[in-house]
């Protein structure tokens, strides 16, 4: 299946791009469409354990299941105000 | 159109009609909050702020935060706007209003609105200095954190 991941900030930067689809095997939770993007930008994996993640603009967690067609946003910590 | 009480926008912020929004013939007290654009940060000289956000997911994530004030402060009527983009010093980059018959209520519904932001919301600021920039990284998001919950009550409170 196919999901949108979206990324800003740091994130955005490490990867040089806030928006791109990515192929995942069904079933898949955030995390292994997340391990997929560490596996191909490692510099990632420092925000593991400090980022959050949406889905379709929705607060939720790693564990999640996603669905063919969902947007998965990785989130750093944030710095509004 | 009228000024919706929660929003994210590239254009300069404005509180006038934020005021007039949350305003009511019964209230004693608008308490407003402007966060601006400071010319220095731990020892840097800046030069200008830039700031990033995942708009739909901030726009709920302040409308939440709305709903979380009113519950704690059920007489307060309140508004939010957060500005993106690039931001000189001394412009604002977020405007709270908060109307309530007593001044109490006021005053803490804004300051915990604030605190909220900073936790919950997910906006970014990119800092350009003299020699560089930095995304500055506060807390991480998440908005069914308890204890970060208590902790904004508590210094809206104090």
Redesign the interface.
Known sequence: MRVTV?L???LR?LTGTGELIREVPEPATAHVVWSALVAEWPALREYEK???V?VN???SRMIATVKDGDEI?F??????? | MGVAAVAVTADPLDIEPLIALVGADGDGAVVTFAGVVRNHSQGREVRFLEYEAYEPLAVRALQRIVDEAKGLWPHARLAAHHRIGRLEIGEASIVIAAASPHRADAFAACRYMIERVKQIVPIWKREHFDGGDVWLEGATADPDDEAARVKAYRTACA
Do not use: N, Q
């Open positions: 979206r800003f900030a740091k930067d400090t980022m959050s949406a603009a929705e607060y946003a989130l750093p910590p944030v710095s509004g105000g």
